[in-house]
């Protein structure tokens, strides 16, 4: 890593973003080899994760391994999933929850219902989801990217209100006893203990990476990234825009019906309540936080929007200077500031993929700029230069 | 509770065994093992910060008060009462009994205290051998899931729901009813009980309802309205059903109004104005002593009053009698949970709120429920549904 | 079910209309900021929040001890109007200045203000909720809060079997009246010839000499002083307000400003009363619970046919 003139500045997030820069330089012209060893290490990583030893520092209040299955891993794993939709194709989706509840309800219904296996009730949520991916897309991805979320956001909510409204399934008493996945004799049990569901987390967190990444270097992946660039251009260019955004949307459905179904395996009961809009927003944060499009920065945001709420119900310090309030009170204050802080200052996100930064910097990346945008006497042109 | 736990850690160790990390939770297996046992945990689950801690502040203030006057009289094995603060959100409550259970290592809980939260995590008590006693969770779905470890001392929304119908079938004779709720699950299982039990009483129902953030009825004023009944039947929250109070007396309807323990707060009246408040009727599985109260209610009212700092308000009085039987419980010498479950299947004592004794399946043996006026802004006891007048 | 709805459809529109009203002015925020800045201000909601405590405060300060008539019924309402008005429309300038002029300033993306902005919603309801209200009212922030009546509940006349009372009248004149005088200033003034140049082109206009700066805080302020009144209103008719009031309400009125054609005055203002009426008399046939769901599916079946809302967007064209 060579020093690149970023010292004399007063912006402590930018000396972090050229460490950033550095590893990602050093990640690019890494052999084989070394990253295979990367990988392992982040899977060894992740399998001590809920060591307890561990968790006595990252969630004194509640049990870690618990709170690594939700809100962590689900988290993680929803926001793989949106950031197909939004980092990648750049369409803009304020109802994510929607596919998530799809899933969930899917497991809990037909597994309550008709005695399906769990597994065969996970798939069949899947394929729910994206089936009403494609029919919320099919209509409204010819939106300009404003509509589509406003549209996206009432899909989210219609999807809610109308299973509290239907008593088939649930209504606003929600479905109880959702079934655990069978157990594998001799080799795992799925009961009380959260470290089964920990680790079948983990798998399909990484065969979702996997598959997201196959995706990004394919065909698909080029056409995403020519579309959430310019998409009149990407049009001309002979792209069939339309049909690669609506396979965006199917598949992003798909990763978020995979978490739904995953989320009701492990939590017995589901409500209406579960999904609410708030939700989208917050899996929207982790994705715009951690670095939009980038796959290593999603998964690092949605672990800070889903791990930082929860430490802060137990920061002694903050005890005691609140005059013994209880810091759990303060939580979303908190993370509402750090939002509207982090954007001002590293807008790209914790870890930006290069190609979203140049995007950024051009003002094109998806949904473009604000208006009434014109450079003005402090335009940050640094960040720019010191990126090189 | 040896076997148990070497089952559970064989379990866990099975479970793990693929990975390197056998250590994932339920690690300090044992510590009290052998040795006279000198304090045992239990806990108090509920939403103690958040929204609806108005309804749970006071059920921990009253387990709170029977646990230090237990601990008080020097016993043999002392009670530590460990506060889980689940905001009544069930994600929270999951994660929180998991670590009651392998790290606290609790031999009992009082709550969940709301209904959703009992639902996420009755299935892990039972697993897990923990008996719960709830003192405000009233959904009746929920004594139905063939759980053996949960108890609740209040008289659930099947009980409610009737209660509140015949009480105004008794009080007002009508002829039509309009039963109204939001769309959460509370307000939408107690308007069912109470429109089911209307019909069978052969009153005509009428039925609405709407979203819980809604804050402009009139469209359910103008139904109401329309159909001119003659009592109105709400089943949902306070603040909600000053809302709709205000509205509705506002839209020119006059009919009777009612509700259910949900709205039993003084918010009422604030929400919906003194005047629209005026007269309205709701019952509560609850008995929430005033300062005019005689007997044992008074003892309570003044020993409440001094701990607490505050009237005892909603279920102060259950939550009291539930520490009290988990306190029976160890005074008899039962130490772990199974123990003590198998002694709550017998217990029985005259409580604070009413005589507890539970059935198999969990519920109170006795389901009274009480009905409370709005007279001159102020929510007053009328007394127990059978006995109650309605004045004006 | 046809009996039902005649029994109910003179009533329904009066309620839809006063409903339609509020929408219309908190949506005028949404598009006036949208047509400016392309950015959907999520935190608008809470500007309309602070302008329903505002107005709560206020009322609670003068505390009548009977509902007003005539002139003082007259100077009150004038009063909080303002008062909300002039308190939200600061707090939409501090907003703008605060969490959006940074972000302008670095050119970042639409999606990163809209991030900013959820931000921004979520920090403003929790500092009134833990702070704020219980400063003001010395009650817990998370509870409602009710304020005594100003305006008595009289029927003025009726239509059909619909009663039109005092405060049906108050809301829906004041709201027309603020809307006339908005149009006013957006389309006869200088000020508001230099919005509507910047929506068109913020390049071109700062050619022509407009400094961006000030046409945005303009357009807050504006847009802010709208939730104002908005809130001003709700406070009056509805008599509560709670720290998340905005929240559900602001998803509507930006569906309403959608609805009409973002970015277009008099479309925010058919949007919010078409969203209104068709909620209430939907609620007839399917029952109130189901008002979002009509709502949002009416948002998208006019989408679908018209994919830039029923009048059209720009707010450059107005007057069109």
Redesign the interface.
Known sequence: MKGNGVTGNANPLRRVGALVDGARDWWEHAKVWQRYLVYLGAIVFALILPAPWIGTFMSPGSDWTTVLIYPIGTYILLAVGLNVV?GQAGL?DLGFVAFFAIGGYSVAYFATQYGWNYWATVAFGILLAAVSGVILGA??L??????L???T???G??VR??A??TDEIGGARGITNVPHPPDIPGVVEFALLPAPYYYLMLIAIILVIIFSVRLQKSRVGRAWAAIREDEDAAELMGVPTFKFKLLAFAIGAMIGGLAGGMYAGKAVFIEPNTFP?ILS?TI??AV??GG?GNLPGVMLGAFVIAWLPERFREVEWLKTALGGKDPA??R??L??????LM??LR?EGLLPSRRRKAE??E?T????????????P???VTTTEAAK | MSGARLGRVLALAAASSLVLAACAGGGGGGGDAGGEVTSVKIGFMGDLT??NS?IVIPPRNGAKMAIDEYNAKSPKVKIELVPYDSQGKPDQATSLITKAVTQDKIVGLIGPAFSGESKAIGGQLEESKLPSVSPSATNPGLAQNGWTYWHRVVANDDDQGPGIAEFLVKAKAPKKAFVLSD?QEYSVGLADAVAKSFESAGVTVE?????K???????????V??SKPDVIVFGGYY?QA??LL??LR?G?VTATFASGDGSLDQ?LV??A?AQAAEGAVLACPCNIPSADVTGPLKEFFDKYKASAGADPAIYATEGYDAATAFIKAVEAGNTTGEKINEYLKTISFEGVSKPIKFKANGEPENNAIFVYQVKGGVLKLLGPAEEAKLEG | MLD?FL??FL??T???L??GSIYALIALGYTMV?G?????NFAHSEIFMIGTFTSLVVITAIAPASPLTGFALFGVMLLIILLSAAISGGAAVLLEL???R???????????????A??????????FA?VIIPWLTGK?G???Q?A??IVD?DTVFSIG?A?I?TDHIIVIVAAVIMMIALDRVVNRTKIGRGIRA??QD??AA?LMGVS?DN??RVTFLLGGAMAGVAGAL?LME???T?F??G???G?KA??AA?LGG?GNLRGALLGGIVLGLI??WG??FL???????I???V??VV??FR?TGILGESLQKARA
């Not at chain 1, 010819?142 to 509509?147: E, F, N, P, Q, T």
């Not at chain 1, 993370?335 to 509207?340: H, K, N, P, T, Y």
């Not at chain 1, 990346?365 to 003005?376: I, L, Q, S, Y």
């Not at chain 2, 953030?213 to 004023?221: K, M, P």
């Open positions: 939004v803009l209509p409204t010819r939106l300009r990217g404003d509509y979320a406003i549209v956001l009432g899909f909510e219609i209100i109308t509290n409204n809009f927003a929207l944060a715009v936080l939009s009170e303060f979303i204050l993370f509402g500031g750090v939002l509207v954007m001002a807008p950024l910097h003002g990346g998806g949904m473009g700029t604000m208006g009434a945008e014109v450079p003005g402090d335009t940050d | 958040g929204e108005a769309d039925r609405d309802k709407f979203a953030d809604a804050s402009d009825y009139s469209s359910t004023v103008t139904k309205a329309a603040a000053g809302r205000k509205q506002d020119g918010q604030t929400g104005g | 039902d029994n109910q009533p329904s009066v309620g839809g006063v409903f949208y400016v800045l392309r950015l959907i605060v969490a959006y940074p972000l302008r300033k670095k050119g970042a993306t639409r999606l990163t203000a809209l991030i900013s959820i931000g921004a919603s979520l920090f403003l309801q929790e500092l833990l817990p998370r509870n409602q009710s005594p009546r509940r079997n009663a009372r910047t929506a913020p390049e700062v961006i046409i945005v709700y509805f008599e509560n709670v998340n009031v929240f559900v309400l998803i930006f569906t959608v973002i909620e209430n609620a007839i029952g109130s619970e189901w008002k979002d769901v709502a949002f599916t948002l998208v989408l679908m994919p």
